[in-house]
């Protein structure tokens, strides 16, 4: 193929005044390489802009950088590999698995986004030239020319007017030499610059443990490390001690990745050549290491290591740590596990050997020492504070809004004191405003050694999230009332239930366990440490003190005594709660006593009951409780001229939740139904019909909504005639609508709506005037739902046989479904009447 060949595409794809950016690279290049005299030629020949192809764009600008590797969620990594490592890890550590996480694998994890070698690396000056590589060579002076010089396969490159030059087998800075002699002695007045431009690539090979075993194109340059990199990283069941590098099927070199991360040694890090493999064994043993160290996790082993070794791998020991004693849990030839101690202090602590599968905890100054006090719960600042003589609340807790929670309750906290003689346990009660009111007065404790202060929250609400927690949010079981964004641990149950279990714990024949149980309207019931007077008052303190329905006539304690047979039996006092708030009861409490405190009888109960409609002053009332209807619509001045008491629909919260109920039961049965339908298939006559019948019913049921109507006669209810008086409950409603003109025709009919009453006209009259019976109907059962709600049925009344008495303003007319023809599935008539009722009501209420 000729020059011209070459070039012709060139030509083609530019006009006389195109730029070289709608060209490839590669194109520019081949024109690039020939002389300067020949591309003026070919440039006057096609009509190509010279100068437009020798400017190059990307001169100066840095080559984009590209990603070849995603980073990996090491918690997705976790996951994804946890069927692989579990088997290593298991036998490694029987706990904590999951607290302490292989060390070093988040090196290299990753996933690579492209196969294209890496070329972003350094040039050294002893690289060693190849075929593949490209020289770049800069000529300027008395002639200036840019040359792009590929190594052939025989090891030589091109020079103008020069002819080959051998360059395979030297190293860059040697070839840089070579090419300056030859320019300086065949170019008078130009000087050279040369720079290695793309690199040769080759294939190695990723085995083993891998994230992403396989085969690879790396850079000539390419190391262990750069390598590992393209292909993600190692898993966590690979070795990091023994990474090895292979040639030729024999192990030229092995890459301890601890010496790279924990002291920067890349020693290891051979280069690779053509054919090179990488193979990650399977790790070796494991031990985890936790508590004051710098860097807790498992650490693999490499040979004999002492504590002191595994030490310096995790990082050291931090400034709180008890070298004293390190405790060792390790699995004896029995397969137990077994507990051991070594002194770091000490020489042979030092160089205790370590095994496979150990867990080493080294503890904390604070977990050994009693120099401390402990604050816990809604604190602003908890955990463990230096103690020293003569220390009080106060020095802990110097402001209120500050040093507690938004939620705390300021109120009370409480001091869980250990004796030191006998370690029991007990509770001092601590009134936090008084004590940081007076500083150093009697309310402001003295704090002894180990006291824990448990700071409580107040029951209000908060936002988790803004606190900064990651606790749940749920409602604590004490509290009565809503508190479904409190803070669950900090709530009294919580921080008081160890507390709780201790005392019952240490509790004797001498000495019984001083917990009382509080119950009724305090702020928070349950079950509390005695308070240390022993005082009612005291003890409703720490329950979180009075509602307001508590009543301050009587409380009961009941008390659990032994009598003289030995035999436990109950005895109830009462209590004048005024008194005992005041400090004037002389009750004093005792073991197990359990305090009820008595509420108001019906407190802030309200009982309304809502009149609407023609009533003279409509509202909603509050009635006494067995207060009549008659009389609550006397205070509402009674009904007006216009009302129409026939039509009343009155509706009761207790009759729409069984509506609701029996609305629920129909649709499980249509449900039912419509299956059995559906299944019966070609065997069951009218399938298809029947079907899209009952599925419309359903429909209907599902759609309505429970009114909770009661029939009344609002007439004789207001003249004083009624057999029975209504007694209100709380919810009622009393709809009274005005006159009506119009009787209505629902169901089956061929045009169901509403008709001006006319008196004389019957039922049959009114049918007729909506169109008459659909075929689906059933006229036989035709039934009239009268103005109050009631319902007649044919068979009980006289309209069918001729008889004088007529329908009323008010009234509605319904058409039935003609189940017969329907395979005699009656419920769907029961559940008809149910929707029309419901119907009914919901209109005559939504009318007014």
């Given at each position: ?12 794809l530019?006009?006389?005044v ?24 070919l440039?006057?020949?096609?009509g190509?802009?010279l100068?437009?192809l020798k400017s190059?764009?990307?001169v100066g ?5 590209v990603n ?6 090491q918690n997705e990594?976790s996951?994804?590999t ?14 904590n ?8 694998y ?6 690579p986004?492209?196969?294209a ?5 350094p ?6 030239l190849?075929?593949?590589d ?6 300027w002076g ?17 020079f103008p007017?020069?002819?080959?030059m051998s ?8 070839a840089?030499?070579?090419?300056r ?6 170019y ?13 690539s080759m ?8 994230r992403?075993?396989?085969s ?10 750069n390598?590992?990199?393209?292909a ?11 990474v090895q ?5 024999k192990?030229?070199g092995t890459?301890?990745l ?10 290891g890090d051979?280069?690779l ?5 990488i193979f ?9 290491i936790?508590g004051?160290?710098?860097r ?7 040979g004999?290591?002492?504590i ?5 791998l ?7 740590a008890y ?9 004896n030839k029995?397969?137990l ?15 205790a ?10 503890p904390s100054?604070a977990?050994?020492?009693g ?5 816990k719960?809604?604190a ?8 020293v003589?003569g220390?009080?609340v ?34 001092l ?12 007065g009697p ?30 949010t ?8 809503p508190q479904?964004n ?5 709530t009294r149950s ?11 714990a ?7 366990q001083?917990?009382?149980?509080i119950?009724?309207?305090?702020r ?10 022993h ?6 303190f720490?329950?979180?003190g009075l ?8 409380a009961e304690?009941a008390r659990h005594?032994?009598?003289?047979s030995?035999v ?11 008194d ?18 008595k509420?108001?009888?019906d407190f ?15 509202g909603?009332?509050t009635?006494r409780?067995?207060?009549?209807l ?10 007006t ?16 939740q ?12 249509l ?14 006559g ?6 899209q019948?009952?599925q419309?019913?359903?429909?209907e ?11 009344i ?42 008709h001006l ?8 009259d009114y ?10 109907a ?18 009980r ?6 008889s004088?008495?007529?329908?009323a ?14 395979n ?11 929707v ?8 005559a209420?939504g009318?007014?």
């Amino acid at each position: 193929m000729t020059l011209k060949h070459l070039l012709l595409p060139l030509a083609l794809l530019l006009p006389v005044v195109a730029s070289a950016q709608s060209i490839s690279q590669a194109q520019i290049e081949q024109f690039r390489q020939l002389p300067e005299a020949q591309q003026k030629a070919l440039a006057r020949q096609y009509g190509i802009d010279l100068s437009s192809l020798k400017s190059d764009n990307s001169v100066g600008k840095r080559p984009e950088t590209v990603n070849v590797v995603d980073p990996v969620d090491q918690n997705e990594d976790s996951k994804n590999t946890r069927s692989s490592d579990q088997s290593a890890e298991k036998g490694d550590q029987s706990r904590n698995s999951d607290e302490l996480k292989p060390y070093g694998y988040d090196l290299f994890a990753g996933s690579p986004t492209t196969f294209a070698p890496v070329t972003e690396i350094p040039v050294p000056a002893r690289y060693t030239l190849g075929p593949g590589d490209v020289l770049n060579i800069q000529l300027w002076g008395k002639e200036n020319q840019s040359l792009q010089l590929p190594v052939s396969r025989d090891g030589t490159i091109s020079f103008p007017q020069s002819g080959p030059m051998s360059v395979a087998g030297l190293t860059f800075d040697q070839a840089r030499q070579k090419i300056r002699k030859q320019v300086s002695e065949q170019y008078i007045g130009v000087e050279v610059s040369v720079s290695l431009g793309e690199l040769r690539s080759m294939r190695v090979f990723v085995l083993g443990e891998a994230r992403n075993p396989g085969s690879y194109t790396v850079s000539s340059l390419a190391t262990m490390t750069n390598t590992l990199y393209v292909a993600g990283g190692i898993k966590k069941s690979g070795s990091l001690r023994r990474v090895q590098h292979k040639r030729d099927g024999k192990v030229v070199g092995t890459l301890d990745l601890y010496q790279l991360l924990l002291h920067g040694d890349n020693s290891g890090d051979d280069r690779l050549q053509p054919g090179d493999v990488i193979f990650i064994p399977p790790v070796g043993k494991r031990v985890g290491i936790e508590g004051e160290v710098n860097r807790p996790a498992l650490y693999e082993l490499k040979g004999k290591t002492s504590i002191a070794d595994l030490i310096a791998l995790a990082g050291g020991l931090t400034s709180q740590a008890y070298p004293g004693r390190i405790n060792i849990e390790r699995t004896n030839k029995d397969f137990l596990r077994i507990i051991a101690e070594a002194d770091f202090t000490r020489p042979e602590g030092r160089t205790a050997p370590v095994q496979a599968g150990d867990l080493i905890h080294v503890p904390s100054i604070a977990d050994v020492t009693g120099q401390y006090v402990e604050v816990k719960g809604a604190a602003t600042h908890t955990g463990k504070f230096a103690w020293v003589p003569g220390m009080r609340v106060s020095s802990l807790i110097r402001n209120l809004d500050s040093d507690l929670l938004p939620i705390a309750d300021k109120n009370y906290a409480a001091i869980v004191r250990t004796d030191p003689t006998n370690d029991t346990i007990s509770v001092l009660n601590l009134r936090l405003r008084k004590a940081l009111a007076n500083p150093g007065g009697p309310k402001d404790l003295t704090l002894s050694e180990k006291d824990r202060l448990l700071f409580f929250s107040d029951g209000g609400k908060v936002d988790v999230a803004s606190e900064g927690t990651d606790q749940a949010t749920v409602t604590p079981g004490r509290s009565d009332e809503p508190q479904e964004n409190t803070l669950p641990a900090y709530t009294r149950s919580v921080l008081f239930e160890p507390v709780l279990q201790r005392l019952k714990a240490q509790a004797s024949p001498g000495q019984p366990q001083q917990i009382i149980s509080i119950s009724g309207p305090v702020r928070y019931p349950g079950d509390y440490p005695m308070p240390a007077t022993h005082r009612l008052a005291d003890a409703l303190f720490i329950a979180g003190g009075l509602k307001d329905s508590a009543s301050l006539m009587r409380a009961e304690v009941a008390r659990h005594t032994t009598d003289e047979s030995g035999v436990e039996k109950t005895t109830i006092f009462t209590v004048d709660l005024a008194d005992a708030m005041t400090g004037d009861s002389d009750l004093a409490l005792r073991s197990r006593d359990r305090i009820l405190i008595k509420s108001i009888p019906d407190f802030a109960k309200t009982r309304t009951v809502e009149l609407k409609g023609e009533v003279r002053y409509p509202g909603v009332y509050t009635f006494r409780d067995g207060e009549t209807l008659k009389g609550v619509l006397a205070r509402a001045g009674g009904l007006t001229e216009n009302a129409f008491p026939k039509g009343a629909v009155f509706t009761r919260e207790k009759l729409r939740q069984r509506e609701a109920q029996r609305l629920r039961e129909a649709e499980q049965r249509l449900k039912g139904d419509l299956l059995g339908v559906q299944l019966r298939g070609k065997d069951f006559g009218n399938q298809g019909q029947n079907a899209q019948q009952a599925q419309d019913l359903l429909e209907e049921v599902q759609s309505s909504r429970p009114v909770g109507r009661m029939v009344i006669n609002l007439p004789a209810i207001v003249n004083g005639k009624a057999e029975m008086p209504i007694r209100l409950q709380d919810g009622d409603t009393l709809t009274v609508p005005s006159i009506p003109q119009s009787v209505s025709v629902f169901g089956e009919v061929q045009f169901p709506t509403s008709h001006l009453y006319q008196p004389g006209l019957t039922v049959d009259d009114y049918l007729e005037r909506s169109g008459g019976p659909t075929r689906q109907a059933d006229p036989s059962r035709v039934y009239v739902v009268k103005a109050d709600g009631s319902v007649l049925l044919p068979e009980r009344s006289h309209w069918f046989g001729g008889s004088s008495q007529r329908l009323a303003p008010g009234d509605t007319i319904i058409m039935p479904i003609d189940v017969d023809r329907l395979n005699q599935l009656e419920l769907w008539t029961n559940v008809s009447q149910i929707v029309y009722q419901m119907a009914l009501g919901a209109a005559a209420v939504g009318n007014l």
